[in-house]
């Protein structure tokens, strides 16, 4: 048996391909997503930048940088990284995400190699990346350390990875299931299953376990006065971020 057949949950692909289509929607399935990404590119930027002493002023501050943005879904992050000058592949195990993805890359004028597979399988194939992005998959996942050990066989020595997912506690549940599924119907019910979402202390020794060395987290807290998301160094009780190096 391959190692992919033991983390891919061929139901949660199931649910993101019937979304497919409606990723660059801002106002469809997917807003809350578009509604939190500046947050997660400052974030992302941020490390990457910091990680590879790259100045973010520059015309082209990742030019040089491999990076991959697994579980690219449309490509909403793999875009910006495009266009800060990385090498992007974007992967996503849901076949009908990566056709929209390709189709909007073009329509920007975007060279990204977009692929339909797993993380399993191109660690398999000796894939090697400076930066690997792991936002919001790790909680759809059958077994999210043998996930996060492909992801980590995938960075170079001294590479770094972005990995967020949602808190497992009676707020998450509240904010990500009752409120933004049920109640302002941001997201189809069912998206989530909040008996897999990751407590903090949890994610951080599943990084530790797959080799990586965790360097810091923070979290995604959303006002809904301002109707923003910002990024908190204590609040990291719903949405969270962590960034991880792995040893060189």
């Known amino acids: 048996m391959q ?6 949950d061929p139901a949660e692909i199931a649910k993101f391909e019937a979304m497919a289509a409606e990723w660059w929607d801002p106002h469809g399935k997917f807003k809350p997503l578009h509604m939190l990404n500046p947050c997660r590119l400052d974030y992302i930027t941020t490390q990457v930048a910091a990680q590879f002493e790259r100045d973010l002023t520059a015309q082209a501050p990742f030019e040089g940088l491999r990076i991959l943005d697994i579980g690219c879904g449309g490509g909403l992050l793999s875009e910006p990284m495009a266009r800060l000058g990385a090498e992007v592949v974007g992967a996503d195990a849901a076949e009908r995400n990566i056709p929209v993805a390709q189709i909007h890359a073009e ?3 975007l060279t990204i190699d977009y692929r339909h597979t797993t993380a399993e399988a191109m660690a398999g194939a000796g894939e090697q990346f400076d930066a690997v992005l792991n936002m919001e998959v790790v909680e759809h996942v059958a077994d999210p350390l043998g ?3 492909a992801c980590k066989d995938l960075l170079k020595p001294g590479g770094i990875q972005i990995c967020s997912t949602l808190n497992r506690n009676p707020k998450s549940y509240v904010m990500a299931i009752i409120g933004a599924e049920q109640v302002m119907r941001w997201l189809p019910k069912g998206t989530h299953d909040w008996t897999k979402f990751i407590t903090p202390d949890e994610l951080y020794d599943l990084l530790a376990q797959s080799g990586m060395e965790p360097v810091d987290r ?8 301002l109707w923003s998301w910002s990024l908190s160094d204590r609040d990291l009780s719903v949405n969270y971020v962590t960034a991880s190096v792995k040893p060189g």
């Open 218 to 225: 923070k979290g995604f807290v959303f006002n809904p006065i």
């Open 107 to 109: 329509q920007s004028g």
């Open 3 to 8: 190692a992919s057949q033991t983390t891919v």
């Open 147 to 149: 996930y996060l050990t």
